[in-house]
Structure formats: C-alpha cells, structure tokens
C-alpha cells in the first residue's frame, strides 16, 4: 500500500492550493481518507475526512467553508482542495486511510486509528 501526497507549495495568505493523494494498493471504496497537518513544534492535527462508504465529508472547525475533500475513483486519488489560506495553515499536510471497523463514530480525527499513511507534503503561506 502506497499514499502519494503531493501539491504543497508556497502561496500568499488568502490563495489556494490543492493538495492530492494518490493511493496505490487500496481503493476509496473500502478505505477512508483523512488530512492531517503538523506544523513546527506543534501536534499533528487532524484536518478532513472522507468516508468510504458514502462519500461523506468531514471538516475541523478552523478549514470549514475553505476547504473541501472530495475522491475521483477512476484516479483512485483524494483531493484537498484549500482557499482563503491564511498563516495558520502553514503546515506539513499528510493523508492517511484506514478500512478497518472502528469503535466509535468519531475515530477518524485520531491519527492511531490510521493504517496507512503518506510522506507528507508542505504548505507554507507566507506574504
């Protein structure tokens, strides 16, 4: 199994960027999808979800209405698409899927609930 994150950069506060993860080994349809951020000296932070069974999204409180996940089964690839970016979201930003059954229905915004993850990708919003 392989997640591919890729599409970090440098962008000015308020751009946009869109983050992928291509997964290699597993298909969306089974695994789930989150985003996860660290920045420096910080926690890694859980971002976005998407559900595997139907689609569904899932935001923290501080990307909603800038963010949006979304999947392309065909590319078996998950999208973040992020706008309005500001100095805060400077970040390493990492994918990561489980498809195993989960105890509570919130699991998705533990990181130790993941099995499988990316090597991260960095966004740094700078002026």
């Known amino acids: 199994v392989q997640l591919q994150a890729s599409g970090g950069g440098l962008v000015q506060p308020g751009g946009s960027l869109r983050l992928s993860c291509a997964a290699s080994g597993i298909t969306l349809d089974y695994y789930g999808i989150g985003w996860f951020r660290q920045a420096p000296g910080k926690e890694r932070e859980w971002v976005s979800f998407i559900s595997s069974s139907d689609g569904r999204p899932y935001y923290t409180n501080s990307v909603k209405g800038r963010f949006t996940i979304s999947r392309d089964f065909a590319k078996n690839t998950v999208y973040l698409l992020m706008n309005s970016l500001n100095l805060e979201d400077t970040a390493v930003y990492y994918c990561?899927?489980?498809?195993?059954?989960?105890?509570?229905?919130?699991?998705?915004?533990?990181?130790?609930?993941?099995?499988?993850w990316g090597q991260g990708t960095q966004v740094t919003v700078s002026s």
């Open positions: 990561a899927a489980d498809g195993s059954s989960h105890a509570y229905g919130s699991w998705y915004k533990d990181k130790d609930e993941y099995h499988y």
